[in-house]
């Protein structure tokens, strides 16, 4: 998948400890993120975002003069974009205010650089999706925004729940969703007996977007576990 | 008050007891003493064989020798009164001299129910004649108007029942009266230890006869309370300051950790360095996962309880768990697989499901810590009447019996009170046990079918969902 248009997106970056600061910003350019902004408080982080419109911010808990969670709400008043906290509060109570407060994502210190950078991939992916091309696999392509399968020159459209069950699987391409968490996405918050239903869907699925179904190269079983979305590039 | 009842039935048995054993114990005791007395025979049977073996001769009349001797020995005499005459017709030869040797009819009914000049007499008769066996005064008591009221005689066992059960009836009402007495003031004395022995507090009010026992009652209690509480603090300042150097670790390290990766994977550093460099950061990360352990640990085992518990999938838990690590597995160095069977049901749980899922990803990084050449894992959840279970084991090294041993038995440095010198073990199984017991669950260890090393951590299915 092409992630190349993500790099460009504006990063605020808050953090009280300037060395770290350093070490953030590094890891992130090296990944090739190219509009880093740094903040050390509270005021300059709001000064920053007036100023540069970020795109996302990453935000630690502790600062200065105030704190991440008022920050963050702060924030969000000014502009509606995704905020990941890095902060070294640890405890599940810190985790699930800042995710309650509807942050993106929430990491503990310490931290290793490439969770840090796929972390933010993830993020931006899922919040800037609508850029998305294409996504391609062995035997199609599938168009997200048409909803709908290009096979061999053939557009073939996408039911609701198909769909749903397909971003699912691509926002997380290469790696496997629980049966679980994509009965979850088709059906909503108490999804437990849907199981032989999933596997319905994922039999059309595949028929709709493989070259031969009974042999899948794109969708791919995990035995008891659920499914992989093999993507082209990934 | 299940306690005082049980006195209490106590109590009245005893009761009954005492009054049964006493009058065994009275006749008993008459039985040993009367025996004695019983040994001298009936005054009436010595008159009736003096009757019998007094022989008529030509010279008057003879008695046996042996009959003599046994009078003698009585210190008894006797004589033969002539009926129509009221002569003494014979006597034996220590006839006292103040009797009479002559009587009138009313004398000898004087003297069949009392007394010839004080000596207790005993009549038997002899033909028309009568034998007199006289003792020595004051051998005998001789009750000397025996007569009763027929109807008095024929109501006597009734009412000698009447009389029995009354008293009991008294004795048992005297007795409940004290008792009670005794309980009320025993009743709130031991509820109070029983809840003391809960931990609980205790307060008794000094009242009734045991107000010093209740005093010191209350007094334990207070103790108690006061050290609970400094215990408390004690422990939560533990927790805190735990949670305090953890949480100021973590900054530090993340830098160490950060440009040691960022070290690992420089172009510009031989492969020599990039390696010294990939150490710092796995090593920096062992110490992150262990400051993580520690505050957990030491938050499950202060006053902390999960906070959060709802009811939770633990199959569908589980598979997310497994396929967290799956995805993060890029090498496939640890290939897994899901042995539950297809036919298990969700298996709902009460529970904190960011406390499980933490339990199973120790279990599961505990396998792949302890086989660095990479193993197979396994994971199976089942479902029995009232728990459902989760095991996870590995076809790796395993571990042996002693290790087992141990790691079942032997208290973890961490709660252990005393020094401890010996290897120390990680955090990992011991935040699991505790997670499974904070659960009202447990953990075995043991070895895996597989050939590995086997955990399987056992939790009670919420009762709504069944």
């Not at chain 2, 009991?168 to 007795?175: A, D």
Request: net charge negative; glycine share 8%.
């Amino acid at each position: 998948m092409d992630t190349e248009y993500l790099k460009g997106k504006r990063i605020l970056l808050v953090d009280d400890e300037e060395e770290l600061l350093d070490m953030v910003c590094s890891i992130l350019m090296e990944e090739g993120y190219r509009h880093i902004q740094r903040a050390g408080t509270v005021r300059e982080a709001l000064e920053a975002a007036a100023d540069l419109q970020p795109e996302l911010a990453i935000l630690d808990v502790m600062l200065p003069d105030g704190d991440g969670f008022s920050l963050f709400e702060k924030l969000k008043q000014m502009g509606d974009y995704p905020v990941l906290f890095l902060t070294a509060r640890g405890e599940d109570e810190d985790k699930f205010k800042g995710l309650g407060l509807g942050a993106d994502d929430y990491m503990v210190k310490p931290f290793l650089p490439k969770e840090l950078t796929l972390r933010v991939g993830v993020i931006l992916r899922r919040s800037y999706k609508n850029e998305t091309p294409l996504v391609r696999l062995a035997g199609s392509q599938i168009d997200f925004q048409r909803a709908e399968v290009l096979k061999e020159g053939e557009h073939i459209p996408l039911t609701a729940k198909e769909f749903e069950i397909l971003s699912a699987l691509c926002r997380n391409a290469g790696k496997i969703v629980t049966i679980d968490s994509l009965c979850e996405a088709a059906w909503g918050d108490n999804p437990f007996g849907y199981e032989n239903s999933l596997m319905a869907h994922i039999r059309r699925i595949r028929e709709k977007i493989e070259k031969d179904p009974s042999h899948p190269a794109s969708l791919v079983t995990v035995k008891g576990l659920g499914y992989k979305l093999m993507v082209e590039g990934k | 008050m299940k306690n005082a009842l049980k006195l209490l039935r106590r109590l009245v048995v005893g009761m009954f007891l005492v009054c049964l054993l006493l009058p065994v114990l009275d006749l008993i005791i008459l039985f040993s003493f009367t025996v004695k007395y019983a040994g001298n025979g009936s005054p009436y049977t010595m008159a009736e064989e003096v009757a019998s073996g007094l022989s008529e001769t030509e010279s008057g009349y003879a008695l046996s020798p042996q009959l003599q001797e046994s009078l003698a020995e009585a210190g008894a005499w006797a004589m033969l009164i002539q009926s129509g005459t009221g002569q003494v017709v014979w006597h034996t030869e220590d006839l006292p001299a103040e009797i009479p040797l002559s009587y009138s009819a009313s004398d000898i009914a004087s003297l069949t129910r009392g007394y010839v000049q004080d000596y207790p007499t005993f009549p038997a008769s002899r033909g028309g004649d009568v034998v007199v066996a006289g003792y020595p005064k004051e051998s005998f008591w001789k009750h000397m108007y025996p007569s009763w009221d027929r109807g008095l005689i024929e109501i006597l066992p009734p009412l000698a029942a009447v009389i029995i059960l009354a008293d009991i009836g008294v004795v048992i009402l005297i007795y409940l009266v004290t008792d009670m007495k005794l309980l009320k003031s025993v009743g709130p004395i031991v509820d109070g230890i029983e809840k003391l022995s809960k931990g609980r507090t205790a307060y008794i009010r000094k009242k009734g006869l045991l107000s010093e026992i209740a005093q010191s009652v209350n007094k334990t209690s207070e103790i108690l309370q006061a050290r609970n509480r400094e215990l408390r603090k004690k422990e939560t300042a533990r927790a805190n300051w735990i949670a305090g150097v953890s949480h100021d670790i973590r900054t530090p390290l993340s830098m160490v950790m950060g440009y040691a990766a960022q070290l690992a994977d420089s172009p510009h550093l031989s492969g020599e360095e990039r390696k010294k460099a990939q150490v710092i950061c796995s090593q920096s990360q062992r110490m992150k996962n262990l400051i993580n352990d520690l505050n957990l640990a030491s938050k499950l085992e202060y006053n902390m309880q999960p906070v959060d518990r709802e009811s939770v999938s633990l199959v569908s838990l589980m598979r997310r768990t497994v396929v967290d690590f799956l995805n993060m597995d890029a090498e496939g160095k640890y290939p897994m697989e899901w042995l539950t069977g297809k036919d298990v049901p969700a298996c709902f749980v009460y529970a904190d499901a960011a406390l499980l899922s933490r339990a199973a990803g120790n279990l599961i990084q505990n396998s792949m810590n302890h086989n660095p050449e990479g193993c197979t894992i396994y994971v199976t959840v089942e479902q029995q009447e009232t728990t459902c279970s989760v095991t996870i084991e590995d076809d790796g090294a395993g571990v042996t019996e002693e290790k087992l041993e141990e790691l079942d038995n032997a208290p973890h440095y961490m709660m252990c009170d005393e020094n401890v010198t010996g290897q120390r073990h990680g955090l990992g199984l011991l935040i699991v046990r505790q997670i499974a017991q904070v659960h009202g669950g447990r953990m075995d260890v043991g070895h895996s079918e597989k050939g590995g090393f086997a955990v399987r951590v056992e939790l009670p299915l919420a009762a709504e969902r069944g």
